[in-house]
């Protein structure tokens, strides 16, 4: 076979070259199944033809006339197949999150006219199966697991014939490098998901220019968790497709401790909350350690913070490092396995601290940076330590260029960019100018040791939706207009970025909560006092989880404080036109932000 042109050509590209008896797995019934290449490219033939035969296919080929077919599930072989053979028939797949929102839900199905749903279980069903009656485009929901009243999506492949099969090869030949092939559905600042459409070019330029930045050997395998229908574990998990590493997948997030130990992996990617998770689990065994032990394990971490990578260091600090490996971070590996060759993370920035100290635990941790929109790799820190450097995301992957607008965001031009918004050219001009992507990001290249390497350094974020630390976006807008709709509420601002939870800064309406606080027998307060009554503290602590329901899980509000004095353009805190100065409530309430993720 040639260079592959479509995603869906690793099926080929690996049953010529490296054929392995695992190229998927997933546990069933408590134990690992596994699927070889030969066995995924049954499936994935007698599935697509299957599909044709209940309708689902390339239409007129247009971007519009194409049947759209939507997934709710969590990581499974079955997603990958799914995905594969609805590319062959032509068809495009649009991936959505699990735990999206009943409002968000229709909004996708409406906007892409979703011919078919296929869902994990019996809850993700009940969920569709409840917007089924207002969206008309919707025909049919499958269920993976076995759902009372639901159809099986085993029931497709019955449905498979060779004539079938043979009309799925001449549609699949017809598709070209530059064709649609997903289209992925992304929080807007507005709140109203946007379509992102990406190619084939889109996304296999980027698993091509990512191959060499992973390290190099046969027969790997890789665990996978963080959810597939976000493009980073689904552009990686084409790049494993390509390369012959086998994909293995988690149960949960709650299981990969376990899973980690069954598999032993020699690579994933993950999220930064997630690397804090590892990190605090490791810390707590360490405190609850004694003696010797303990002494041991808080002398191996101090010189773990010390570490560099490419500067020498001192014959001595290598020596102790040496004897830290063998003695206390080779636990740390065991708890990974035992043959992690690094760990991929992106998503939202991750603490240098903690890069230092896996690395020098010999658990290489590469961070990289990208978007939706750019399928998603920009730059990536190599696994070849001389193209790495802590407190960047690494160097620019090949074939994408970026440059700084005058006010430092970065502009991304290359082949990995979206095709655009689906249905939404206004917004694709605004967001693509001669070819070049606005990121939103604020950053600048910064010099390598060798002067002729550049490293991506991201300093901020330019537009006001922000990223908690497990990389999940939240549009504090749309948050903070609808906990205004309650009349104790005078004013809020959301924050969370980088951090493990939403929190907010809440300034009450005083003369309601005032009138509430009279009839609770709490008066006789100022506001200073008032805002510290713990029947107050109670009361608001209701009002903002009976908001919550309104709200995804990433975008609940955990945890707030209360402010005595309203925010005004004459305090500084807002701009003529009204809207929230962020940075300088930050700056002005730090204190009270500091309690919130105390």
């Not at 519009?64 to 079955?78: T, Y």
């Not at 759902?147 to 017809?174: D, G, M, R, Y």
């Not at 995301?393 to 082949?415: F, N, R, S, T, Y």
Request: aromatic share 10%; proline share 5%.
């Amino acid at each position: 076979m040639t260079e592959p042109r479509r995603l869906f050509d690793c099926i080929q590209y690996h049953l010529e070259r490296s054929p392995t008896d695992d190229m998927l797995a997933g546990k069933d019934g408590g134990q690992y199944k596994k699927y070889s290449t030969a066995q995924v490219s049954e499936i994935v033939n007698d599935l697509s033809a299957g599909l044709l035969a209940i309708g689902v296919g390339p239409g007129d080929m247009s971007v519009e006339g194409r049947d759209k077919v939507a997934l709710l599930s969590k990581n499974r072989p079955e997603w990958i197949m799914l995905d594969l053979a609805v590319q062959r028939t032509g068809a495009i797949l649009t991936p959505v999150y699990p735990t999206i929102n009943i409002n968000e839900l229709k909004f996708i199905f409406s906007d892409a006219q979703v011919k078919i749903a296929f869902v994990n279980d019996e809850e993700l069903f009940l969920k569709v199966l409840s917007i089924k009656d207002q969206v008309p485009s919707l025909k049919e929901i499958y269920t993976f697991e076995h759902v009372a009243n639901a159809k099986h999506w085993k029931e497709i492949f019955a449905l498979s014939t060779p004539a079938l099969k043979e009309q799925v090869k001449s549609i699949s030949e017809k598709i070209s490098y530059e064709d649609l092939a997903t289209i992925i559905y992304t929080s807007g600042t507005t709140g109203t998901p946007k379509g992102v459409m990406l190619s084939h070019r889109n996304i296999l330029s980027n698993v091509m220019a990512c191959i060499p930045c992973f390290p190099p050997g046969e027969k790997m395998k890789a665990l996978s968790f963080l959810p597939l229908n976000h493009i980073f574990e689904r552009m990686v998990t084409y790049l494993y497709l390509f390369r012959g590493t086998a994909v293995y997948y988690a149960e949960s997030l709650d299981t990969i401790g376990d899973n980690l130990k069954e598999v032993q992996p020699h690579l994933f990617t993950t999220v930064p909350r997630l690397l804090e998770k590892v990190y605090d689990r490791i810390m707590q065994k360490g405190n609850d350690l004694s003696g010797i032990a303990k002494k041991l394990f808080f002398w191996a971490h101090g010189l773990a913070e010390k570490y560099e990578i490419n500067k020498k260091k001192s014959a001595w600090y290598r020596l102790q490092l040496n004897i830290a490996n063998k003695i206390v971070f080779s636990k740390w590996r065991e708890a990974l396995g035992n043959h992690i060759k690094c760990v991929v993370t992106g998503g939202a920035a991750c603490q240098v601290r903690l890069i230092k100290i896996f690395t020098a635990a010999r658990i290489p941790i590469m961070e990289g940076y990208g978007l939706t929109e750019t399928s998603p790799v920009i730059a990536v820190n190599r696994f070849d330590e001389k193209q790495r450097m802590i407190g960047t995301v690494g160097p620019l992957i090949d074939g994408v260029q970026v440059k700084m607008a005058e006010d430092g965001e970065i502009l991304c031009k290359g082949p990995n960019v979206m095709m655009g918004y689906y249905k939404r050219p206004d917004l694709t001009a605004q967001e693509i100018t001669d070819g070049w992507y606005h990121t939103g990001d604020i950053g600048m290249l910064v010099e390598g040791k060798n002067s002729a390497d550049k490293f991506l350094k991201i300093t901020d974020r330019k537009k006001e939706l922000f990223k908690t630390s497990g990389g999940k976006y939240v549009a504090p807008l749309p948050i903070e207009n609808k906990l205004k709709e309650s009349p104790f509420i005078e004013q809020v601002m959301l924050i969370g970025a980088e951090k493990k939870f939403v929190g907010a800064l809440i300034v009450p309406s005083f003369p309601n909560l005032n009138d509430w606080a009279r009839k609770n027998n709490v008066d006789g307060y100022n506001k200073e006092e008032l805002i510290q009554n713990p029947k107050v503290v109670e009361m608001f602590r209701e009002l903002v989880e009976t908001f919550n329901k309104f709200f995804n899980h990433v975008e609940q509000v955990k945890k707030f404080e209360l402010l005595a004095h309203e925010w005004s353009v004459e305090t500084g805190e807002m701009t003529p036109k009204l809207s929230l100065k962020r940075k300088v409530i930050m700056e002005k309430y730090r204190d009270a932000i500091e309690r919130i993720y105390e």
